[in-house]
């Protein structure tokens, strides 16, 4: 079916990169120049002199000078100089204009709760009532760093209802932004393979976010890369490391980024704490645990239990972080341990895991008689009422010194008489409140930080400033970058599933699950 467009944008065609050829600058009909004369810039100004240098003599044109010079007195070089400077900064503006190619075109697949904030009828109760993806999108659209944004679901008829929550919660709040894109599938279409019609609508080196269940990250993700598509996707980028890894490959194959949205890499204090790590000695032992408010399962309960389950969409967050905080250390024994009993009370299918617990041992690469043990909890079942969205805290203790992050409360709460109680908010994720212009002000939050990054990536690969290598040793979360947590992420599956400890082998960068009888 064809897209329904809603928005009166030019459309992807006339988006494509301009030819990269550089207009030639022309010779200047003279050599003269006056740096290289001694006499300086036409433009520079007389001042108090050197330290102990008497002032120079200053010639006025005549004894009558009004403040400004006749056309007599204008020196013929100075004139010609300022021309010069003027030819050449214009055309070197031309010219860059013209290498630059047209701002990424990007496809939003998933309409749920992270890119609209819509969720069954209406907005989320969650922190994120009017999304992440799209928000972020048109402000970034706003600012010139994205062009063309299109967004593709299953169920085309829920877009009346998205268009009419994006308009009442984004556009009426922050100055008229604009909030049209093009939809797929039409508004009277259900088609679970609609994004291929969307994505088949891209050029080379636009690209695509993707915020689907876990199941379908890499159909959708293989099918964009293939086209030469750049693509973000959620955590975990794939449920097993055998899909990780063949992602890696084609999208080396294909010249594209992918990025794993790991955006608690930017949150400024698991940052900075990550720098940190690395002068406290050799890994001794990580621990962490993040949660969610049960009301979570009324929202994932189409996919929780049966496509993912705890540990993929929350483990993922500390076990990343904790693999960028010692690159000389890599797992090598994963253990998991599950409870149950809540989530299928409240209408999740049987054996839906409630709380997810990962054991990790890791070993030093220089040194395999030094290890180390990370253990990673998460849960979904949290009291509705805890006064906070999601728990997070995780402790650190190195041979010489330990780190203790508690993410949960941040010293900013708020009670009134609607909520009942107190709520600790947490605004360096998104923050939402106008700036002081009445635009979306939230451009620091390290949500919105991590698909900037995105963004800047595509759009400086597009104009050759940049290369695949290049990103990987910045240390985003590239897929290379995120295979390690991809493995532990897949072990700890097999490990509930086959009630087993799982061994993971590496052999220059390429990562699977070895045999249960054995340590490497």
Not at 114 to 119: D, I, M, R, S
Not at 171 to 179: A, E, M
Not at 195 to 219: M, N, S, V
Not at 277 to 299: V, W
Request: charge should be neutral; include cysteine; charged fraction near 20%.
């Amino acid at each position: 079916m064809p897209p329904v467009d809603s928005t009166t944008s030019t459309s992807a065609e006339s988006n494509t990169c301009p030819d990269n050829a550089q207009l030639p600058l022309s010779p200047s009909p003279r050599s003269y120049s006056p740096e290289s004369s001694g006499l300086g810039s036409p433009f520079a100004v007389v001042g108090t002199p050197p330290r102990g240098q008497a002032r120079a003599q200053i010639t006025t044109p005549s004894e009558s000078f009004s403040g400004t010079l006749s056309p007599e007195e204008i020196s013929p070089i100075d004139i010609e100089a300022k021309h010069k400077l003027r030819s050449e900064a214009l055309l070197k503006s031309q010219s860059q204009s013209a290498k630059m190619p047209a701002p990424v075109n990007v496809l939003m697949v998933g309409t749920g709760e992270y890119t609209t904030g819509f969720v069954g009828a209406g907005a989320s109760t969650s922190d994120k009532k009017v999304g992440v993806v799209g928000l972020t999108m048109f402000d970034l659209r706003r600012r010139g760093k994205v062009g063309e944004l299109s967004m593709v679901g299953v169920n085309g008829k829920k877009y009346p209802a998205i268009r009419e929550h994006l308009e009442k919660n984004i556009s009426q709040v922050y100055n008229g932004l604009d909030v049209s894109f093009k939809s797929f599938p039409a508004d009277d279409t259900v088609d679970p393979g609609s994004y291929k019609a969307a994505i088949d609508r891209l050029q080379p080196g636009d690209a695509i976010t993707i915020f689907t269940p876990d199941t379908t990250h890499f159909p959708i993700a293989l099918y964009a890369i293939q086209r030469k598509i750049h693509v973000l996707i959620t955590k975990p980028a794939t449920k097993t490391i055998e899909e990780h890894q063949h992602l890696i490959r084609e999208s080396r194959k294909h010249g594209v980024f992918v990025f794993v949205e790991h955006h608690k890499r930017f949150d400024p204090a698991y940052s900075d704490a990550r720098a940190k790590a690395q002068k406290l000695g050799d890994f001794n032992y990580f621990y962490s645990y993040m949660s969610q408010p049960k009301s979570q399962l009324e929202t994932f309960q189409a996919w929780a239990g049966k496509d993912s389950d705890i540990s993929y969409y929350l483990n993922s967050h500390h076990v990343d972080i904790n693999e960028s905080m010692v690159p000389g250390w890599k797992p090598f024994k994963v253990t998991a341990s599950g409870s149950r009993g809540c989530a299928t009370d409240l209408g999740c299918v049987p054996g839906t895991e409630d709380t997810i617990t990962l054991m990790v041992d890791w070993i030093k690469k220089s040194d395999p008689s030094k290890v180390a043990t990370g253990v990673y909890t998460s849960s979904w079942t949290a009291p509705q009422k805890a006064g906070v969205h999601s728990s997070q805290y995780f402790h650190y203790l190195g041979s010489k010194g330990e780190i203790r992050i508690n993410q949960a409360k941040r010293g900013y709460d708020i009670a009134d008489d609607e909520t009942g109680g107190v709520i600790w908010h947490n605004p360096f994720y998104m923050r939402y409140a106008p700036d002081e212009e009445g635009n979306f002000g939230g451009q620091s939050g390290y949500g919105y930080v991590s698909f900037e990054k995105f963004i800047d990536a595509c759009n400086k690969l597009n104009a050759g400033e940049i290369t695949l290598d290049e990103l990987d040793k910045r240390g985003l979360p590239t897929l290379v970058n995120t295979a390690a947590t991809g493995a532990i992420l897949h072990a700890g599956r097999v490990s509930l599933d086959e009630k087993r400890t799982v061994y993971l082998e590496e052999n220059e960068g390429v990562w699977r699950l070895g045999c249960a009888c054995r340590r490497p």
